[in-house]
């Protein structure tokens, strides 16, 4: 019998039993679909993740000093604006540097009171942070070195003092200062109030504060580096240059996101394992069930089995015929079910956010297919060599 006939043969026995052919492949069907899934929803969520983490700021070390609450420290210990430029010019590896400073204040506008979070910032500040300026602009070189008296305002705290009016060119008070609003910002991946940005926050050119506080220093220095590759370097050299530059006994805690990315990944990997673990052994019950089934089918079909070997049927035939037959049902439960695993993803892609995109991974769907195929073979192969090991006298007596 020519290979052609062999797999004529084979599917003709499944088209005589289509819905035994159909349940028994539902099992490859659910395992390749989750397999497709499952991988399709960690890319996802991984790439969510990262990119909300990344949004807090790309390539970003920041260093602080650190305070003791018993204890007071002296001025020399602070850092400056001295720190920041230096960071900037001797770090190998830095691209942007900026540098904040914040203070409780309260805004007076429009007879209205409110408690604040008032941050001076360098010119810098919105690169690194990757604000959104939804209304107006940021500080400019202009407005740094003349020490002009314009502030940023959140978008919240701007709809609280000034409603549905349009807050650019108003005026705020806060103490004895007078400040025009010149822009409305939001941060691009919200902190939750973990970062200096609070929900009602004025942000304000540093060289202002500086000049009526009259003290030149830093709370956090930003940092950022080139790529994420650059990251661990400069913050070594961040850290060693603020020990140099200071009293010896001065502490300063300098991080990064690294750490943070890293967990995340981490996590990411080990739910996708888990889910692909899960995916697999629904693929190893459908195998068990293409087993109990084609062991049936032989039963059912010793005496058809006989009459082949009588007219001339090899072994390796009869083995083939079995073969195919559990391949062609793990092969077509798996490509449909790669075909539903790659239709929900597509479906549900206009219901996302608009700047989430669902990634389809093509090594996936090759693996979904290989395992699949390779689960309806291996449990295949019993059923089909005990087909093919029949005695065709016996087989014939078989009732």
């Known amino acids: 019998m020519h290979v052609r006939e062999t797999i004529s043969v084979a599917i003709d026995a499944l088209r005589s039993n289509k819905l035994r052919a159909v349940l028994t492949s539902l099992g490859v069907v659910i395992g390749s679909a989750s397999i497709v899934l499952v991988v399709t929803v960690a890319l996802t969520s991984r790439k969510f993740v990262i990119s909300q983490i990344e949004g807090v700021g790309s390539n970003l070390v920041w260093a602080e000093m650190v305070h003791t609450p018993d204890k007071a420290q002296p001025l020399s210990h ?19 540097v900026a540098g904040t400073r914040e203070m409780p204040m309260a805004v007076l506008a429009s007879g209205i009171e409110r408690p604040v979070n008032l941050i001076g910032v360098t010119e810098g500040f919105q690169t690194i942070r990757r604000l959104v300026i939804i209304r107006g602009r940021y500080f400019d070189a202009v407005d740094m070195s003349t020490r002009s008296k314009v502030c940023l305002i959140t ?51 540093l060289t202002l504060m500086k000049y009526y506080t009259g003290v030149d220093v830093l709370r956090i220095l930003y940092a950022q580096a080139v790529s994420p590759e650059a990251v661990p370097g400069v913050e070594r050299q961040v850290m060693q ?31 996708t394992i888990v889910l692909i673990v899960i995916a697999f052994i629904a693929l190893l019950i459908s195998g068990i069930g293409i087993m ?12 058809e089995i006989g009459i082949r070997k009588a007219i001339g049927a090899a072994h390796r035939e009869i083995l083939y015929q079995f073969l195919i037959e559990a391949f062609l049902i793990s092969g077509g439960g798996a490509v449909l079910g790669i075909l539903i695993g790659l239709a929900i993803p597509v ?46 006298i016996e087989s014939l007596r078989y009732e």
């Open 347 to 392: 479906s549900i892609q206009p219901l996302l956010p608009g700047n989430l995109r669902v990634p389809i991974s093509g090594l996936s769907v090759l693996i979904a297919f290989f395992v699949s195929c390779s689960t309806g073979l291996f449990f295949g192969y019993l059923p089909a060599n005990q087909a093919a090991r029949l005695q065709p």
């Open 155 to 205: 978008r919240e705290l701007a709809e609280r003092v000034f409603g549905l009016e349009n807050p650019l060119g108003r005026s705020v008070r806060m103490g004895e200062l007078t400040f025009t609003v010149i822009g409305v910002f939001r941060e691009r991946v919200t902190t939750f109030g973990l970062s200096e940005i609070q929900k009602e926050s004025v942000i304000i050119p």
């Open 292 to 303: 109990n089934i084609m062991l049936v089918t032989v039963k059912e079909r010793t005496r």
């Open 78 to 96: 602070e850092i400056t604006i001295d720190d920041m430029i230096a960071v900037k010019t001797s770090v190998p590896g830095v691209q942007e």
């Open 241 to 271: 240059l603020l020990r140099s530059r200071h009293p010896i006994n001065a502490e300063y805690d300098v991080q990064t996101l690294t750490a943070i990315l890293g967990a995340a990944r981490n996590i990411s990997l080990a739910l």
